[in-house]
């Protein structure tokens, strides 16, 4: 057992080392709301952030909950209404995080994957996220994060 929980424990630091410092660009509007956002998803189980197009929703929510911690014990789950969508986004948030795609940022889509084991934030399309939710309930994986954290 102490084995297993080591190798656990060594995974989470292995995550968090991934990440290097998280910036924030100023000019989004999204990050002009940030602490009000970290409250929200840290005493929440679900939240709605709406906004004008280009306020930086899709690209900086992800990086905040990063921040937050989400996402060391399982992987945050971003869904995209296309495919293309999915790899883009992908790609922009690992740019920003001055990471390489497929490390702790990846996405999945139909007949392509760039994912690790040491993803922490992986694009999808809405199907695929649902039938990963419904497929690994009773993996390490995939469990929900808890508001408390």
Not at 20 to 43: Q, S
Not at 125 to 140: D, G, Q
Request: aromatic letters at 4%.
């Amino acid at each position: 057992m102490n084995t297993v929980l080591s190798a656990s424990a060594l995974r989470r630091k292995a995550r968090l080392d991934a990440l290097a410092e998280i910036e924030f660009p100023a000019d989004l509007p999204v990050v002009g709301k940030r602490e009000d956002l970290v409250r929200a998803i840290a005493g929440n189980q679900a939240v709605i952030v709406c906004g004008e197009t280009g306020s930086g929703k899709t690209t900086q929510l992800p990086k905040i909950c990063l921040a937050l911690g989400r996402g060391v014990l399982g992987c945050i789950g971003h869904t995209q209404p296309r495919r293309v969508a999915a790899r883009s986004v992908a790609a922009r948030i690992a740019f920003e995080l001055k990471t390489e795609l497929g490390g702790v940022v990846g996405y999945k889509v139909r007949f392509h994957d760039k994912v690790s084991p040491d993803t922490s934030h992986s694009n999808s399309r809405p199907n695929w996220a649902v039938r990963s939710a419904t497929r690994c309930a009773s993996t390490t994986r995939c469990r929900p994060t808890p508001a408390s954290n």
